[in-house]
């Protein structure tokens, strides 16, 4: 059975481009959770959707975010426009229930 | 409260056992977690435990959780080189929440 995908592994952009992020969860799954590791911090909760409606967006740090899920599968996350403390690793997570969170690889995103 | 607290670094020769603590303050967790990052990579869901548990054991890996201290550890046997990683402890608290609190890491250097 294939893990949690996410896409692009790194990006580096310039302060003020549009950046997308894409997680595809594991097959089934119906909760799917957005968190982040800014440099030298904990890991954070962003938002969790259940199927294509959105259970809990209290982690979303501004309205530059926004998170879809369209049809209920994978999952993107843009960030526009990006800014310098947006940088650090987000990581994607997906479970069938809300016990066990199974995360993905992470996407290293560079704002320069 | 909603921190999670561990110790930055731990070193321990091959062979001998690992033991990797946290300290939780939300009285409510309603399951405590552990998951390893190796470099490069994401995070894997290494064991967890429910929280009117106090002992969970999975091969090398045992989990002891006290509850009245909140406070949860991680007892790695026979620690091998592989086993060299950052352990994140992660709490999800009570009241239906479904994000998972992370601490910011221990990491687990293996001495040959």
């Known amino acids: 059975e294939a893990g949690v995908t996410q896409f692009p592994s790194h990006s580096v952009i310039e302060k003020g481009q549009t950046v997308t992020l894409r997680c595809d969860p594991i097959?089934?799954?119906?909760?799917l959770y957005w968190y982040r590791r800014v440099m030298g911090k904990e890991i954070k909760f962003l938002l969790h959707f259940v199927k294509e409606s959105k259970q809990d967006e209290s982690g979303m740090p501004n309205n530059r975010f926004l998170a879809e899920r369209t049809g209920g599968t994978y999952s993107t996350l843009k960030v526009q426009p990006a800014e310098l403390e947006d940088s650090g690793v987000y990581f994607c997570?997906?479970?069938?229930?809300?016990?066990?969170?199974?995360f993905g690889p992470g996407t290293r995103l560079l704002v320069l | 409260g909603e921190d999670v607290e561990q110790s930055l670094f731990l070193s321990v020769r091959e062979g001998d056992s690992s033991v990797i603590n946290c300290t939780y303050t939300d009285s409510s967790s309603t399951y405590l977690y552990w998951y390893k990052q190796e470099p490069g990579a994401g995070l894997q869901l290494l064991t967890y435990i429910f929280s009117n548990m106090d002992m969970k054991q999975d091969q090398r890996l045992t989990v002891l959780l006290n509850k009245k201290d909140k406070h949860l550890s991680l007892r790695i046997a026979d620690t091998q080189t592989g086993d060299s990683a950052i352990y994140f402890c992660?709490?999800?608290?009570?009241?239906?929440?479904?994000?998972?609190?992370f601490g910011k890491g221990t990491k687990l250097s293996v001495i040959p």
């Open positions: 997570a997906s479970s069938p229930n809300n016990n066990a969170q199974y």
């Open positions: 992660a709490e999800i608290p009570g009241a239906g929440s479904y994000q998972l609190t």
């Open positions: 097959s089934g799954h119906d909760n």
